[in-house]
C-alpha cells in the first residue's frame, strides 16, 4: 500500500468483528511513511516496507517484495492504495489471488489519475472498481463494480470522496465473498 489506509482501516475493522470470515495478516508497503503503516500498527498488524528506492532494478524489488509477502501465506492479496505496477514475476506468482481497488469505474479511466480524467473528460458518472491484478494497467478481470455520479462543481478532491466508500465496500464485500467461497477468483480469471 502507498496510500493513507482508509480502505485498509475500513478492511481491518470488518475483519475485527466476530462474524467476518477473513483476518488481515500482514500489511506491506512501498513507502515507509504511508499512513496504512500506522492504521495497521494500531490494529496491531504486523508490517513491512519494501522501498523500490533501495534496489538497483525493478526485477530485484519485486523479487523482495514478494518474498515479504509470501512469508505471511495470505491466502489473498489486497492492493488498494498501491500505485505502483508489480512486475510481472509478482503478479505471476500471486494472481489470481491478488486485487486492487480503482477509483473508476473499469475499462473507463484505468491509471493512476483516474478520478482526474473523469473531470477532465466532462463525464456525468464514474464509479469504484474491484479488479483481479494483471500484468496490464488496471485491466484485469472485474470482480465488482458501481457507478458514482459526477456532481456539478466537483472537484477531484470531492469526487474522490464520494468514490471512496464506494471503494471500500466493494472490498469488504468481495473479501467476504472470497473468504466464504461465493465468490472464485480462479474462475473469475479464466472466464
Request: proline share 7%.
Amino acid at each position: 500500500m502507498s496510500g493513507g489506509g482508509s480502505n485498509l482501516r475500513a478492511l481491518l475493522e470488518a475483519a475485527a468483528t466476530a462474524d467476518y470470515p477473513a483476518r488481515v495478516v500482514a500489511v506491506g508497503s512501498d513507502r515507509p511513511d504511508a499512513g496504512g503503516l500506522d492504521v495497521a500498527a494500531e490494529f496491531g498488524i504486523p508490517t513491512f516496507t519494501v522501498a523500490l528506492e533501495d534496489f538497483g532494478n525493478r526485477a530485484d524489488w519485486g523479487d523482495e517484495l514478494l518474498s515479504q509477502i509470501e512469508q505471511w501465506r495470505p491466502d489473498l492479496t489486497v492492493l488498494s492504495g498501491f500505485m505502483r505496477l508489480l512486475p510481472p514475476a509478482v503478479v505471476g506468482a500471486l494472481s489470481p489471488d491478488l486485487i486492487n481497488t480503482h477509483p473508476a469505474y473499469l475499462p473507463e479511466f484505468p491509471g493512476a489519475r483516474g478520478v482526474r480524467d473523469a473531470l477532465a473528460a466532462g463525464a456525468t458518472e464514474t464509479g469504484a472498481s474491484l479488479i483481479v491484478v494483471d500484468n496490464g494497467v488496471d485491466s484485469g478481470p472485474v470482480i465488482a463494480q458501481e457507478r458514482v455520479a459526477v456532481l456539478p462543481g466537483d472537484t477531484e478532491t470531492t469526487l474522490h470522496d464520494r468514490i471512496k466508500p464506494v471503494e471500500r465496500r466493494l472490498l469488504i464485500d468481495a473479501v467476504r465473498a472470497i473468504a466464504l467461497g461465493t465468490l472464485d477468483l480462479k474462475e473469475l480469471a479464466r472466464s
